[in-house]
Protein backbone atom coordinates (compact mmCIF):
# COMPACT_ATOMS: atom_id res chain seq x y z
CA UNK A 1 0.00 0.00 0.00
CA UNK A 2 1.47 3.24 -0.95
CA UNK A 3 0.22 6.78 -2.16
CA UNK A 4 1.14 8.12 -5.41
CA UNK A 5 0.72 11.94 -6.08
CA UNK A 6 0.55 13.91 -9.55
CA UNK A 7 2.65 15.99 -8.24
CA UNK A 8 2.85 18.87 -10.96
CA UNK A 9 -0.41 20.29 -10.42
CA UNK A 10 -0.76 19.35 -6.94
CA UNK A 11 -1.26 22.51 -4.72
CA UNK A 12 0.86 22.66 -1.80
CA UNK A 13 -1.20 22.79 0.46
CA UNK A 14 -2.30 19.58 -0.22
CA UNK A 15 1.10 17.98 -0.31
CA UNK A 16 1.68 19.69 2.98
CA UNK A 17 -1.46 17.29 4.26
CA UNK A 18 0.00 14.36 2.39
CA UNK A 19 3.77 14.55 4.21
CA UNK A 20 2.53 15.25 7.57
CA UNK A 21 -0.30 11.74 6.83
CA UNK A 22 2.85 9.50 5.69
CA UNK A 23 5.01 10.22 9.04
CA UNK A 24 1.80 10.10 10.89
CA UNK A 25 0.39 6.99 9.37
CA UNK A 26 3.87 5.78 8.37
CA UNK A 27 2.99 5.26 4.69
CA UNK A 28 5.32 5.69 1.58
CA UNK A 29 3.93 8.76 -0.16
CA UNK A 30 5.72 9.31 -3.33
CA UNK A 31 5.43 12.62 -5.26
CA UNK A 32 5.38 12.39 -9.58
CA UNK A 33 6.90 15.70 -11.26
CA UNK A 34 8.60 17.12 -14.26
CA UNK A 35 10.25 19.23 -12.06
CA UNK A 36 12.10 18.65 -8.32
CA UNK A 37 9.71 19.00 -5.60
CA UNK A 38 10.39 20.11 -1.78
CA UNK A 39 9.59 17.78 0.91
CA UNK A 40 10.54 17.59 4.37
CA UNK A 41 12.96 14.77 5.10
CA UNK A 42 11.10 11.07 6.09
CA UNK A 43 11.91 8.04 5.51
CA UNK A 44 7.77 7.71 3.97
CA UNK A 45 8.45 10.63 1.53
CA UNK A 46 10.18 10.25 -1.90
CA UNK A 47 10.21 12.35 -5.02
CA UNK A 48 10.20 10.99 -8.34
CA UNK A 49 11.34 13.41 -11.56
CA UNK A 50 10.52 12.15 -14.76
CA UNK A 51 11.32 13.97 -17.90
CA UNK A 52 9.23 17.03 -19.28
CA UNK A 53 6.25 16.16 -22.10
CA UNK A 54 2.79 15.16 -22.09
CA UNK A 55 1.49 12.73 -19.40
CA UNK A 56 4.55 11.41 -18.65
CA UNK A 57 4.02 11.95 -14.82
CA UNK A 58 0.87 9.89 -15.34
CA UNK A 59 2.58 7.02 -17.21
CA UNK A 60 5.37 6.91 -15.03
CA UNK A 61 2.24 6.38 -11.95
CA UNK A 62 -0.23 4.21 -13.88
CA UNK A 63 3.26 1.46 -14.53
CA UNK A 64 4.13 2.04 -10.96
CA UNK A 65 0.86 1.75 -9.49
CA UNK A 66 -0.47 -1.64 -7.77
CA UNK A 67 -3.69 -2.42 -6.66
CA UNK A 68 -4.93 -1.15 -2.92
CA UNK A 69 -2.66 1.96 -3.93
CA UNK A 70 -4.24 5.28 -3.56
CA UNK A 71 -3.40 8.07 -6.35
CA UNK A 72 -3.78 11.73 -5.77
CA UNK A 73 -4.91 13.54 -9.07
CA UNK A 74 -6.79 16.21 -11.12
CA UNK A 75 -5.94 14.19 -14.34
CA UNK A 76 -9.23 12.07 -14.99
CA UNK A 77 -7.88 10.01 -17.00
CA UNK A 78 -5.16 8.72 -14.89
CA UNK A 79 -7.50 8.29 -12.61
CA UNK A 80 -9.87 5.51 -14.39
CA UNK A 81 -6.69 4.12 -15.39
CA UNK A 82 -5.39 3.73 -12.13
CA UNK A 83 -9.33 2.86 -11.00
CA UNK A 84 -9.45 0.03 -13.41
CA UNK A 85 -5.89 -1.31 -12.21
CA UNK A 86 -7.39 -1.87 -8.65
CA UNK A 87 -5.93 1.60 -7.01
CA UNK A 88 -8.16 4.33 -5.36
CA UNK A 89 -7.92 7.79 -6.76
CA UNK A 90 -8.36 11.10 -5.08
CA UNK A 91 -8.65 14.57 -6.42
CA UNK A 92 -7.16 17.59 -4.31
CA UNK A 93 -10.76 18.47 -3.86
CA UNK A 94 -11.59 15.38 -1.95
CA UNK A 95 -13.51 13.78 -4.72
CA UNK A 96 -13.20 10.01 -5.09
CA UNK A 97 -12.80 8.67 -8.26
CA UNK A 98 -14.43 4.76 -8.07
CA UNK A 99 -15.30 2.16 -11.09
CA UNK A 100 -19.05 3.73 -10.34
CA UNK A 101 -18.20 7.26 -11.23
CA UNK A 102 -15.52 7.22 -13.42
CA UNK A 103 -17.17 6.64 -17.13
CA UNK A 104 -19.21 9.40 -16.08
CA UNK A 105 -16.52 12.06 -15.06
CA UNK A 106 -14.68 11.38 -18.06
CA UNK A 107 -17.65 11.96 -20.20
CA UNK A 108 -18.05 15.32 -18.46
CA UNK A 109 -14.29 16.05 -18.93
CA UNK A 110 -14.49 15.01 -22.68
CA UNK A 111 -17.42 17.36 -23.11
CA UNK A 112 -16.08 20.75 -21.36
CA UNK A 113 -13.14 19.96 -23.48
CA UNK A 114 -14.92 19.90 -26.55
CA UNK A 115 -16.81 23.67 -25.45
CA UNK A 116 -13.25 25.03 -24.59
CA UNK A 117 -12.19 24.17 -27.84
CA UNK A 118 -14.83 25.72 -29.19
CA UNK A 119 -14.31 29.10 -27.05
CA UNK A 120 -18.34 27.75 -25.11
CA UNK A 121 -16.19 27.81 -22.11
CA UNK A 122 -12.97 29.78 -20.74
CA UNK A 123 -10.99 29.56 -17.42
CA UNK A 124 -10.57 26.93 -14.96
CA UNK A 125 -11.92 25.94 -11.45
CA UNK A 126 -12.32 27.72 -8.92
CA UNK A 127 -8.91 28.21 -6.31
CA UNK A 128 -8.78 25.37 -3.68
CA UNK A 129 -10.69 26.82 -0.63
CA UNK A 130 -10.85 25.77 3.22
CA UNK A 131 -13.69 23.44 2.38
CA UNK A 132 -11.87 21.87 -0.08
CA UNK A 133 -9.03 21.03 1.94
CA UNK A 134 -10.80 19.79 4.66
CA UNK A 135 -12.88 17.42 2.48
CA UNK A 136 -9.50 16.34 0.89
CA UNK A 137 -8.40 16.06 4.64
CA UNK A 138 -11.03 13.86 5.50
CA UNK A 139 -11.00 11.29 2.53
CA UNK A 140 -7.37 10.41 3.11
CA UNK A 141 -8.00 10.21 6.68
CA UNK A 142 -11.18 7.72 6.08
CA UNK A 143 -8.88 5.87 3.71
CA UNK A 144 -6.05 5.35 5.74
CA UNK A 145 -8.31 3.79 8.67
CA UNK A 146 -9.69 1.94 5.79
CA UNK A 147 -6.10 0.60 4.95
CA UNK A 148 -4.69 0.12 8.61
CA UNK A 149 -8.06 -1.89 9.49
CA UNK A 150 -7.09 -4.13 6.72
CA UNK A 151 -3.72 -4.74 8.12
CA UNK A 152 -5.04 -5.73 11.40
Not at 108 to 137: C, H, I, W, Y
Request: glycine letters at 6%.
Amino acid sequence: MAIWVDADACPVVIKEILCRAADRWKINVTFVANQPIKVPPSPFIKTRQVLQGFDVADNEIAAAVSAGDLVITQDIPLAAEVVEKGADALSPRGQPFTPENIRQRLAMRNFMEEMRSAGQVTGGPPALGQADRKQFADQLDRWLQKQARRQS
